[in-house]
Nanobody, 125 residues
C-alpha cells in the first residue's frame, strides 16, 4: 500500500501562485503525477514526473506556468503553480504509478495505482 498526502491548496487571486506538496509512503515508484477535477468535469492531467530520471510531462494548459519536481530524500513531489487563472480552480490530486508498463499513458488517470485525497485550489478573478 502507498499513502499519498497532499497539502498546499487554498484560495488565491488570479495571477498569483501556490505550491502543492504530496508526501508519499514507500520508496519504489515509476512516476508520480498531478491531476485535477473541476465540478461537473472529468479528471484531467496536469503534470507528471518519472521518479528516477526526473523527466517531466505537462498538459498544454499548464505548460510554462506550472512546474512539477520531486525531492527523493523527502519522498515528496511538488507542483509549483504560477500565473494562476480562474479556470485552474479544481480539486488537485496526486497519483503514483509503481511499476513501468509503458510511457504512452502517463496522462491517463487509469494508468496510476494510488491516489491522494485531493486538495482544493480556488482562483478568484
Amino acid at each position: 500500500q502507498v499513502q499519498l498526502i497532499e497539502s498546499g491548496g487554498g484560495l488565491v487571486q488570479a495571477g498569483g501562485s501556490l505550491r502543492l506538496s504530496c508526501a508519499a509512503s514507500g520508496r519504489d515508484r515509476y512516476a508520480m503525477g498531478w491531476f485535477r477535477q473541476a465540478p461537473g468535469k472529468e479528471r484531467e492531467f496536469v503534470a507528471t514526473i518519472r521518479w528516477v530520471s526526473g523527466i517531466t510531462y505537462y498538459a498544454d494548459s499548464t505548460k510554462g506556468r506550472f512546474t512539477i519536481s520531486r525531492d527523493n530524500a523527502k519522498n515528496t513531489v511538488y507542483l509549483q503553480m504560477n500565473s494562476l487563472k480562474p479556470e485552474d480552480t479544481a480539486v488537485y490530486y496526486c497519483a503514483a504509478k509503481l511499476k513501468y508498463s509503458g510511457s504512452s499513458y502517463l496522462s491517463d488517470p487509469a494508468y496510476y495505482d494510488y491516489w491522494g485525497q485531493g486538495t482544493q485550489v480556488t482562483v478568484s478573478s
